[in-house]
């Protein structure tokens, strides 16, 4: 398959056409909970016809963290014919489809579909006057071990990784013997092969992603052993979130295909780089790039205003974009993470980062801070509602910062505003800082207030449990 193989339907009839040309005995029903984290249903080929497409099939949200309560647990998942993608993991010949989820009693949209919310974003975005479209670009990075091993309970607290790139395997007898080509710590990025062992496996799930229809360019090793990045093409906000769910499903099966597991695990490993999701972002009216101008790096006034609203919400966004306790371990200096909140061109240091384009077309913000721990919907609502409302009001985010951040001077330093240290922090920065998300109706009270509850739970599991360095450190005080 490639990257022509995107199905795109423009009525019920062609997609029903298309089932039955190309044998589809399942059709699997996607969506995404408040979490992040894709949820299907199979439909068998014999029950999908005119009526259910246009209906909806029935599904308990009761069962979904952070969704329904049990007595009001009926919920309907309405299938989107323009968002279809072949399943090359299924043995039976399978499509996904991504769906809304709708309340069965009003058949509006549920107040807590993340999709739903990327919907109303991208609607609001004509509404607000600044464009009629935002695209989205993330990178985002993963690693890939060989063996992981954990345990959680009330006497033993544990983990343990494995990857043949691993430098602490540098002494490791095996059966084959130790060929000893392996990056160093930080020393992964862009070594070629034999020090690069991951090039196939990377380029297998390239080449799924782009037989699942979403287009694709690169393929790279990242900074940290077993560390690696696929690249894919920007998108409009909802399709680039769709995308991102499938670049996860691919990244996750092809890695399981291999014998291998895949993470998008922050910081799984200490000492080293973690994962990130940068993020590109721009907003176009028409054929023009709003971005685009005559100022600082070559972007427009309102560019400078969309980065002013997402550095004065970056706190509240890290609920979204950094919405793990583990987040915060690779929000820390010293890892190239982007915790200071401040704007460059090409210095990568600073949180928003101005990348140089050799056209006016391609301007555009990257939101260095984010992970691919984010729910994608929200994510890249949240940073949308943050940016416009920097537009709206005029934000300036004052002067860039082009000298390296991590080495000024402590006066100097003291003076930049930082992202969140905890995801603690982030739920109540969000907490007292989201009435920007409100506009337009495009989140709601009840899914932020939901939202906090479901990831303070996160929160108090981490806060309450033993930590096997606190052992290290305390058992003999």
């Known amino acids: 398959m490639t990257a022509s193989s995107a199905l795109h339907f423009k009525s019920n009839s ?15 029903f996607v969506f995404t909970d408040l979490r992040g984290k894709q949820q299907h249903t199979a439909q068998h080929i014999s029950t999908i016809a005119e009526d259910l497409l246009l209906e909806g099939i029935y599904f308990d949200g009761s069962s979904i963290a952070g969704w329904k309560s049990i007595n009001e647990s009926d919920m309907i998942l309405l299938p989107d014919i323009t968002k279809v993608a072949l399943d090359p993991f299924s043995a039976q010949p399978t499509v996904k489809i991504f769906c809304y989820v709708l309340e069965p009693s009003t058949r509006k949209p549920y107040e807590r579909c993340p999709r739903s919310v990327a919907k109303a974003a991208e609607a609001y975005v004509s509404t607000s006057g600044v464009g009629d479209k935002a695209f989205f670009g993330p990178e985002a990075e993963f690693f890939v071990f060989d063996d992981v091993k954990y345990k959680v309970s009330m006497n033993k607290v544990s983990y343990e990784i494995d990857s043949v790139e691993g430098p602490y395997n540098t002494d490791k007898a095996y059966e084959s013997g130790n060929l000893g080509h392996r990056p160093r710590v930080k020393g992964g990025y862009f070594p070629d092969a034999p020090v690069d062992t991951g090039a196939d496996l990377r380029g297998e799930m390239l080449s799924v992603l782009a037989g699942m229809g979403v287009e694709v360019e690169k393929h790279h090793h990242e900074v940290a052993p077993s560390q690696h990045e696929l690249g894919i093409k920007f998108s409009t906000l909802l399709d680039c979130a769709d995308n991102m769910q499938l670049y996860k499903y691919v990244v996750h099966n092809v890695a399981a295909a291999y014998g291998k597991s895949a993470t998008f695990m922050p910081k799984p490993i200490y000492g ?21 101008g005559d100022g600082y790096a070559g972007l427009s006034e309102t560019a400078l205003f969309y980065i002013g609203g997402i ?52 301007k555009r913000v990257e939101v260095r801070f984010p992970d691919p721990t984010a729910n994608p919907y929200l994510g890249y609502a949240a ?6 409302d920097g537009i709206k009001n005029k934000i300036h985010p004052g002067e860039p910062r082009d000298k390296d951040l991590y080495h000024l001077p402590p006066e100097d330093l003291a ?5 969140c240290g905890s995801l603690r922090q982030a739920l109540e920065a969000l907490k007292a800082d989201h009435e920007f998300l409100l506009a337009g109706g495009v989140f709601s009270q009840d899914l932020i207030d939901a939202y906090i509850d479901l990831k303070m739970g996160e929160v108090e599991a981490f806060e309450t449990m033993p930590h096997p360095i606190e052992y290290d450190m305390y058992y003999s005080s």
Not at 14 to 28: C, G, H, R, S
Not at 272 to 292: I, Y
Not at 415 to 419: A, C, Q, S, Y
Request: aromatic share 10%.
């Open 272 to 292: 080293d780089n973690g994962s990130g999701m940068h993020v590109h972002q721009s907003v176009w009216k028409g054929s023009t790039p709003v971005f685009a």
């Open 415 to 419: 003076k930049v505003p930082t992202v």
């Open 383 to 388: 940073m949308l509602m943050a940016g416009l």
């Open 14 to 28: 062609d997609f029903l056409k298309y089932l039955k040309e190309n044998e589809i005995q399942y059709v699997d």
């Open 311 to 362: 550095i004065k919400h970056a706190q509240a966004l890290n609920a979204f974009t950094n919405p793990s306790t583990n987040s915060y371990k690779r929000l820390v200096p010293g890892y190239e993470a982007p915790v200071l909140l401040a704007y460059s061109s090409r210095n990568r240091s600073a949180s928003c980062r101005i990348p140089f384009a050799a056209s006016p077309k391609a």
